[in-house]
């Protein structure tokens, strides 16, 4: 199904028509042929989602050069490019082992807390969303947060039609109103424990 693509597309199109800063700051997407290629090569299956998502948009352009808050599509939100997905998964997942090889992180707070999706095939959990946080979470091992893609971008797209992620016009970057938020995370994610225990 492309249900992923759809709630892509509306959100692009909300955004767009709020004239939400963030969507200037997105490229446009790569193609099926090197996304695939790309995910060959680190032996991982080429999920439906991800393909959908990086055909989408490629992430943020340059988001180390940026506010955090004005590249952020939700909370600890930065979309990274596929480039840089993988060597950020190099690094963190191969070298410093900061988590499982089986996650592969598809967004960045920017500073150093990551949303990664399981891609282990043999478990309940595969295709489901991870943050990986020792800040906020007080340990290095990922909680789950969204029940999978589809539910993250459901997820985003309902907060900010209830005006609970909003651009400050001031300054452009992302203010959150947190009940809103936890409250709709809660309903449309239920198998995510991370929303039940903050």
């Known amino acids: 199904m492309d249900e992923i693509k759809e709630v892509l597309q509306e ?13 200037v700051h997105l490229q446009k997407g790569v193609s099926a042929a090197k996304i695939t290629d790309s995910f060959n090569n680190m ?13 989408w948009k490629n992430g943020v352009i ?13 909370t600890s ?10 060597s950020m998964y190099a ?8 988590f ?12 150093g807390d990551y949303i990664l999706i399981h891609l282990d095939e043999k478990k309940k959990t595969y295709g489901q969303l991870f943050l990986y946080s020792p800040s906020i979470l007080l340990n290095d091992k990922p909680v789950s947060i969204y029940d ?18 909003y651009f400050n016009s001031s300054d452009n970057t992302l ?24």
């Open 91 to 98: 690094l963190e997942a191969k070298v410093q082992k900061s």
């Open 11 to 23: 959100l692009e199109s909300f955004l767009s028509k709020l004239e939400c800063p963030i969507m």
């Open 62 to 74: 340059d988001l180390f050069k940026k506010k955090t808050g004005e590249v952020e599509l939700f």
């Open 148 to 165: 999978s893609l589809y539910g993250l971008f459901l997820t985003t797209l309902e907060v900010y039609k209830r005006r609970g992620y």
């Open 175 to 198: 203010e959150v109103v947190y009940e809103i938020e936890k409250e709709i995370a809660m309903e449309l994610n239920p198998k995510s424990e991370f929303w039940r225990g903050n």
């Open 43 to 55: 032996r991982f299956p080429v999920r439906t989602d991800i393909m959908q998502l990086y055909e």
């Open 100 to 111: 499982k090889k089986e996650f592969f992180p598809l967004f960045t707070s920017g500073g």
């Open 77 to 86: 939100g930065i979309m990274m490019p596929l480039e840089l997905a993988i």
